[in-house]
């Protein structure tokens, strides 16, 4: 039982290209989310997934497109990468519709640097 | 919208009790307030959640006041293992907010 897994663990783009990162969970949740973290701003929720084939936006969407591909598996694209986009993203997930009273489970994830 | 004020950085020594303060003056009915611990390169680790009162588990106690404004993180007799950056979320599943704190930096001394 793995929980939640990110790759990459690490990527440096330039500039204007574009990548998918990924996240799977193998607890059969409901809901899954992706977060960006940035120095002394805690984390922000960029879409998240409350059930599959259903996606909302957060509060920093911009720049940023997801696909809730199965229940398993969320991913989030870059189309064309931006130095503020330089972050570390989580992935989590919980086990029903989500929500704040849900416990989220996080992945290890993804430091991402854009030069 | 409940915006989270948490201290930046606290210490303290191995054995002590520890209070870390969330101050969420917006607070909204519905809001759940729950904390989250992180350790470096590691995504954050569920700690406690409360609504009202207080709660307590095998690893903390959550204090929230009757006007719901503020609520403390209770480490009963902290270790060096405890070093790490403690979140406070608020929000509510009605409308699916979560608003997470800057985060307060607790490093334990020996």
């Known amino acids: 039982n793995a929980g939640v897994t990110q790759t990459p663990k690490f990527q440096v783009l330039k500039t204007g290209q574009s990548m998918t990162l990924q996240c799977a969970q193998d607890m059969n949740h409901n809901s899954m989310y992706w977060y960006r973290q940035d120095p002394g701003m805690g984390l922000r929720l960029i879409y998240y997934s409350a059930s599959e084939g259903t996606t909302d936006k957060g509060e920093v969407p911009n720049g940023y497109n997801v696909s809730r591909l199965n229940k398993r598996e969320f991913s989030l694209r870059l189309e064309s990468a931006a130095p503020s986009q330089t972050s570390v993203y989580f992935c989590?997930?919980?086990?029903?519709?989500?929500?704040?009273?849900?416990?989220?489970?996080f992945g290890p994830g993804t430091r991402l640097l854009v030069l | 919208l409940a915006k989270t004020t948490q201290p930046i950085s606290m210490d303290s020594y191995e054995g002590q009790e520890v209070n870390i303060t969330c101050s969420h003056n917006?607070?909204?009915?519905?809001?759940?307030i729950t904390w989250y611990q992180q350790f470096p390169s590691q995504g954050p680790r569920f700690i406690i959640q409360?609504?009202?009162?207080?709660v307590t588990n095998e690893v903390a106690s959550l204090f929230i006041p009757a006007d719901r404004k503020s609520s403390t993180l209770s480490l009963p007799r902290v270790s060096l293992s405890d070093t790490a950056v403690y979140y406070c979320l608020v929000g509510s599943d009605s409308n699916y907010q979560l608003i997470w704190g800057a985060g307060t930096k607790l490093i334990i001394k020996p």
């Open positions: 917006n607070i909204a009915t519905n809001d759940y």
């Open positions: 989590a997930s919980s086990e029903l519709a989500g929500g704040p009273s849900e416990t989220q489970y």
């Open positions: 409360g609504y009202k009162t207080k």
